[in-house]
């Protein structure tokens, strides 16, 4: 009788890592491609070069997969191309970037029909609104690095150590970005004390 | 750094509060304080709406179809095909050959060889009318194959009207 293993379970039993997700672009792009295309929408403030980013990204780490050592999580993989990918952007189109965020920014009033309402009341609803548009006009003044990071943090929710691989910064050099930003986002909801 | 719990937390208390790192003596000052308690809600508040607005934002965008740019054909293409450079060495060659061979064999042509623009031929009122008519045939044939969106709804706009005006006539009669 001749058995047959899940490469899978292969995989979890010699520690390998499994590369399914990479394998499949049409996986990649399912799993990532929605919380890769808010994480660059919000660093780089233009939805339309945020597509052409995440394409390049998942792109690239699909013909780069062999190189995917498994020791962080794909996300965090895909992230730290993304910023790669957004820096080449910075390098190559600085006098355009960020500064049509005016116009182009992701407009997050346009979503508040489509939200499921766990809040209470209308006015709620508006509040709840308005805090969100708060954030995100606080999120134009603060630096590139402050943004990224803020994001990666509280709108992504990595781990300070999985934010330390996608950016290549000290961990102490990323606490002080988060707590900068934490601090320039209190100022603008209006922070009191 | 847990100093000042009978007063505020600091901007590092309140960043590691976001984080859920703080310690438990500012969890106990959350409890006794409540300027600071209430600021702590009102911002992890706005930003977990933010979260989840944007959240919604990009699922929607990403379920769109993503915008193709059109492929547009390099500049210089041919320039890339093996083909393109024997046809044109071809007819390189057999350009030179035909005027190597036409100057071995020029024969001066006399003047009274060389054409001439001829004025058109005079073209009868009755033949102009006919020519006319079949125009017009022709035109009202064509409109009424056409049809519009609007006109399949029964609409008719200025533009679809001026566009059903009968031809230019070309000549005139």
Redesign the interface.
Known sequence: MQLTLNPDIIACVTGEPTLTELNDIEALDRIY???L??FV??STGD??LA?TVV?DCLLKAYNNRDSFRGDCAVYTWLAHIALNLIRDHQRTRKFQFWRKVQKTA???S???S??PSRESSPESQML??E??Q???VALETLSVNQRTIFLM???EEME?QEICEATGMQISTV?TH??RA??A??LK?G??? | MERHLTNHLTDEQFTDLLLGTSPSAVQAHLKACSACAEEAERVSGAIGSFEQHSRIWAERRAAMPPIMAPVRPPVFEWLHRPQAWTAAALAIALAVGVGVSARNHHVPVAPAQVATAQPAPAVSPATLKADNELLSAIDGELRADESTPASAYGLSTAAHESRNRPAKRMIDE
């Open positions: 491609r929605s919380r295309l808010r929408a919000y939805p339309d597509e394409q992701p407009d997050l346009e979503m508040s489509l939200l709840a609104r805090r969100a708060q954030v995100s943090r509280f709108i300070l606490k988060l707590h934490v601090k986002v209190r909801l922070g009191r004390i």
